[in-house]
């Protein structure tokens, strides 16, 4: 779906534009994206796998829930928006704990696409079961929960188990020490 998103500068910073998604991603203009963590009382980290359908890194596992902020959204609304979009859970503000932003650039697609994007990222507990969780197609083909102990492996052998985005490493290591911190 393309949407219209706010356009920030190279710090971050809202140039008072906005633009369809698409054009932000055909000439590399900076904008937000929200990333959000879900973590159990029991040490486990809720993973998404992207759709089939994904032009970018289809089928690999990744954040909980993600996706662009749309014009005019803050980032907490865009947080409770694509958290009921994605995988049909509702969550108040105060389930969201902000813990960081990520700037992310990468080109995909031998230029076609250049993501630059400033990932706000967020963690929440998740307290329902995943059986309950309703899965928006286009976006996710699957989700699983892992231990923290789980993750730290995958993600130590991603290079061979084509299971993560390889590119994101430090940021799945910030991720893992930041729930290890929550959860102990």
């Known amino acids: 779906m393309d949407e219209y998103i706010d356009i920030v500068d190279k710090q971050g910073k809202p140039t008072g534009t906005r633009a369809l998604k698409s054009k932000a991603h055909k000439y590399g203009w900076y904008h937000n994206t929200i990333h959000l963590w879900l973590f159990t009382d029991k040490g486990e980290i809720?993973?998404?796998q992207r759709s089939h359908k994904k032009s970018i890194y289809p089928l690999l596992w990744d954040v909980s829930v993600a996706g662009h902020i749309d014009a005019?959204?803050?980032?907490?609304?865009?947080?409770?928006?694509?958290?009921?979009?994605?995988?049909?859970?509702?969550?108040?503000p105060h389930n969201l704990q902000h813990i960081g932003v990520f700037l992310h650039e990468t080109n995909y697609d031998?230029?076609?696409i250049k993501d630059n994007e400033f990932h706000?990222?967020?963690i929440a507990q998740l307290k329902v079961?995943?059986?309950?969780?309703?899965l928006q197609e286009d976006e996710v083909e699957a989700i699983k929960l892992v231990s923290l102990k789980e993750f730290e492996t995958?993600?130590?052998?991603s290079k061979s188990n084509n299971h993560f985005v390889t590119s994101n490493t430090a940021y799945y290591k910030f991720i893992l020490k930041t729930i290890k911190q929550r959860h102990s």
């Open 110 to 112: 031998n230029g076609n």
């Open 46 to 48: 809720l993973l998404q």
């Open 120 to 122: 706000q990222v967020f």
């Open 72 to 92: 005019g959204e803050t980032f907490i609304e865009a947080a409770l928006r694509e958290t009921k979009e994605e995988i049909g859970l509702e969550l108040e």
């Open 129 to 134: 079961n995943i059986e309950e969780l309703v």
């Open 154 to 157: 995958l993600l130590k052998n």
